[in-house]
C-alpha cells in the first residue's frame, strides 16, 4: 500500500531551486505531511512538515495543494549537500504518530 | 551536541551467533526508538521506550529479538541466533517531549549475517 507516490530521482545543478513532487490522494485529514532526507550512511533526517497551510523554514518551503492530496517540496538554490533520497510520508495526528515508515523516495542528484 | 551515537558502525555475524547493538541518545531526551532499513522493505518501526519505559513493541519480531533500556543514556537492541534475513541497517533515534515524528537519528548500524 504505497500511501504516498514520488518519482525515483531527480536531477538538478548547483544554484538551481528544485521542486519534489509527492502525491497522496487518499490523504485523512487528521494526517500531516512530513519529509525527511536520507545522505548515504547516514541516518535519516527530519526537513518539514505541514497539514494544510504552506510552510517555510531554513531548510525549505514545502507547498501544499489546497485539496491535500499533493504536496511539493522546494529547496531553494540547491548544493551538493542537499543530494540525498528525500522522503514524504503520511504521520496521523497523534496515536502512534512516532511510527515513522519510509519507502524509496526520491534520489535527488546534484550536480556542480 | 554529538547527536545519536550508535556502535558499532558495522557489524558481521555468523549465522546463529548474537548480536548487541547500543545507541546513546542525544542528551535530556526521554524518547527512543529502534528500526530497521533495508532496500526491500524500507524503514520499518521496531520498538519505542519513554523515560525508559517499553511503550510499543509492536515491530519486534517476537523471537530472537529484544530491546532494553536500562538508564536513560543507553539502550542495546540483540539479536539472538542471527540470521541472514536480519541482515539490514538498524537505525535509533531519539526524541524530546512534544511532536514524536520529528525525530533525530543516528548513522546506524550495518548488521551483516554470513
Known amino acids: 500500500d504505497a500511501k504516498t507516490t514520488q518519482p525515483d530521482s531527480m536531477e538538478s545543478t548547483e544554484g538551481e531551486t528544485v521542486h519534489l513532487p509527492c502525491s497522496h490522494a487518499?490523504?485523512?485529514?487528521?494526517?500531516?505531511i512530513y519529509w525527511y532526507r536520507q545522505v548515504p550512511l547516514q541516518g535519516p533526517e527530519y526537513v518539514t512538515h505541514g497539514l494544510q497551510q504552506n510552510t517555510t523554514n531554513s531548510m525549505a518551503f514545502l507547498a501544499i495543494a489546497s485539496d491535500r492530496k499533493s504536496s511539493t517540496l522546494i529547496l531553494p538554490h540547491v548544493s551538493l549537500r542537499d543530494a540525498a533520497v528525500y522522503h514524504c510520508?503520511?504521520?496521523?495526528?497523534?496515536?502512534?504518530?512516532?511510527?515513522?515508515?519510509f519507502g524509496k523516495g526520491t534520489l535527488l542528484t546534484v550536480t556542480p | 551536541n554529538a547527536g545519536v551515537i550508535q556502535t558499532p558502525r558495522h557489524k558481521v555475524t555468523g549465522k546463529g551467533q548474537e548480536a548487541t547493538l547500543w545507541c546513546e541518545p542525544i542528551s535530556g531526551h526521554s524518547a527512543v526508538f529502534w528500526y530497521r532499513q533495508t532496500i526491500v522493505q524500507g524503514l520499518e518501526f521496531l520498538t519505542y521506550f519513554r523515560n525508559q519505559a517499553p511503550i510499543d513493541d509492536s515491530g519486534m519480531p517476537k523471537e530472537r529479538f529484544s530491546a532494553q533500556m536500562p538508564n536513560q543514556s543507553h539502550s542495546t537492541l540483540k539479536i539472538q541466533s542471527t540470521q541472514p534475513q536480519d541482515s539490514a541497517v538498524y537505525l535509533c533515534?531519539?526524541?524530546?517531549?512534544?511532536?514524536?515524528?520529528?525525530?533525530?537519528f543516528g548513522p546506524g548500524t550495518r548488521l551483516t549475517v554470513l
Open positions: 510520508i503520511r504521520v496521523p495526528s497523534g496515536g502512534s504518530n512516532y511510527k515513522l515508515t
Open positions: 487518499t490523504i485523512s485529514g487528521n494526517e500531516y
Open positions: 533515534a531519539s526524541r524530546t517531549r512534544g511532536n514524536y515524528a520529528e525525530q533525530f
